[in-house]
């Protein structure tokens, strides 16, 4: 499968915990994005990479979230202190430097449950 | 205000059926509008891709968008029952410095047997 995958798929979290998810983006994607989707809503934007560099964080990304992309290849998104409010999947897409809005492929997400 | 606005329904139609989706904006700036496609925990898939105004054609699908009013539709044509998911429409602007989607809420549709 030469899709964007992401791990795990499912987490259950007790509050305060923290807790860190992974994306792995289709193979030579520049760019990786990530998205966040509660229910019943669409995914809004966290933040973006252009290889390593984070070029963008969205306001939404509150200073308990922290994403990497070491050697532009793989994404970390971890959340510190979860809490309720951050219960929501958790979605990362990929698209190469250059191509258009369009172009960004997502992966399955990771569903979060924060009890 | 949103900047974009989708009305989340749920919408529940007879199989063979004409579905009927639309979208809302506000930013003037936006040029490129698209569909995706949701199931059930799952992310979301392209359908279609619009850019500026007018009509485009896939298959059972067409797209329309309308820059003077703000408004964007996707019909479904002869639905069937595996046509049941959120369709959620998104946008974004021409800057190649632009590349986040902005995305509406999604509408749910039940294409019944």
């Known amino acids: 499968d030469t899709g964007v995958s992401q791990n795990p798929r499912h987490k259950i979290t007790k509050r305060g915990q923290n807790v860190t998810f992974r994306c792995d983006p289709i193979s030579e994607h520049n760019r990786l994005y990530w998205y966040r989707q509660t229910l019943g809503q669409g995914p809004e934007f966290l933040t973006y990479?252009?290889?390593?560099?984070?070029?963008?964080k969205s306001r939404l990304l509150s200073d308990r979230f922290s994403a990497e992309r070491p050697k532009g290849s793989f994404s970390t998104l971890e959340i510190q202190r979860t809490e309720q409010g951050d219960s929501a999947m958790y979605l990362c897409a990929s698209s190469l430097l250059g191509s258009t809005a369009y172009e960004q492929y997502f992966g399955p997400g990771t569903r979060l449950t924060v009890t | 205000q949103k900047e974009v606005e989708q009305d989340p329904g749920p919408l529940s139609v007879p199989e063979g059926a004409i579905v009927s989706l639309n979208c809302t904006y506000s930013?003037?700036?936006?040029?490129?509008f698209m569909w995706y496609r949701q199931y059930s925990r799952k992310g979301p898939e392209l359908l279609m891709y619009t850019y500026s105004s007018g009509n485009k054609e896939d298959g059972r699908f067409t797209a329309q968008v309308d820059k003077s009013s703000k408004y964007i539709s996707l019909f479904i044509r002869d639905s069937q029952p595996s046509d049941s998911a959120t369709y959620l429409c998104a946008m974004s602007t021409l800057s190649s410095n632009d590349y986040k989607l902005s995305f509406g809420a999604g509408t749910t549709v039940t294409v019944r047997a």
């Open positions: 990479f252009q290889n390593e560099a984070q070029l963008e």
């Open positions: 930013n003037s700036a936006f040029q490129y």
